[in-house]
Every structure is written in C-alpha cells, then in structure tokens.
C-alpha cells in the first residue's frame, strides 16, 4: 500500500496586518509624552506707538567681551559679583532695565551662562530684574555709539 500524504500549504493570514499596524500607530501616538525642546524665554514687546528713551544711566550695561570676560555699567567684573552689583543697583530703582550686550565674537555659552544668571535674580538675591533686553548688533552700533560705548 502506498499512502500519499497530502501537501497542505502553510500560509499566514495578513488580511488584518494593515488593521492591527494603524491602531499600534494610533495606540503609540496616543501613549508617547510629546515634549518640544525648549529654548530661552523671551517676552516680545507690546506694539506701542511711543519707544521709550532710555539713556544709558537709566539702565545697567552689562557687557559680555569676545574672552567671556564681563564689564558691567564699564567695571570689569567676575560673573559672581555681577548679582550682588545689580542688587545694589535696583535697591535705588527697582525699575532700572538690565541691557545685556554680547560681543560678536563672544560665545552663546557665555551669554545663555550670564542671561540665566540674571533670571534667577530673585531667588540669589531676593530681588526681581523686571526687564532684561539683549538688543540686535545694528541697535549697539546705532544707539550705543551715541553715548560713545564701543
């Protein structure tokens, strides 16, 4: 007796694969934590028809060199005394802005290092800078020729 064996072809359904793929895609979707970096918080101006004119004793220049050294109102400083100055300062004016120039050929490490520094004012020094600006390079040459701060 010679029995045949029947050949019974294997096969795997993937009648649902495209069903099963969509709702992973939409299961992770929905489960994953969608984070965006975060940069440096800025607050743009309000629209105003009037610019404020602010001279130069008006406000604190604080001044980051090509070298990551610091001079700030024109003293050279450490970045440690940079805070206590300042409280010094805003105990006369609370209102005075903080302008803080950068060099073109200083370091973005430099002026995020000393533009956080300034942000945490009121818990190092128990006072809060109200206004801290970081003017354009056309705005320094502009307006900061004026008073002849090169």
């Not at 045949?4 to 793929?21: H, L, P, Y």
């Not at 028809?49 to 050279?76: C, F, R, W, Y």
């Amino acid at each position: 007796m010679n029995i045949k064996k029947k050949n019974v072809e294997s096969e795997i359904f993937t009648g649902s694969m495209a069903d099963i793929s969509f709702l992973l895609i939409i299961y992770f979707m929905l489960t994953s934590v969608m984070s965006a970096t975060r940069g440096l918080d800025f607050e743009l101006p309000k629209d105003s028809s009037q610019t404020p004119e602010i001279k130069q004793e008006d406000s604190i220049d604080v001044h980051i060199m090509a070298n990551g050294a610091l001079q700030v109102d024109g003293k050279q400083m450490s970045i440690d005394e940079v805070l206590p100055y300042i409280k010094k300062v805003l105990k006369q004016n609370p209102d005075k802005p903080v302008i803080l120039r950068t060099d073109p050929n200083a370091t973005y490490g430099d002026m995020v290092n000393v533009f956080d520094l300034l942000r945490q004012a009121p818990e190092k020094i128990g006072m809060p800078i109200k206004t801290i600006s970081i003017p354009t390079q056309r705005e320094i040459q502009n307006v900061w020729a004026l008073f002849g701060v090169h």
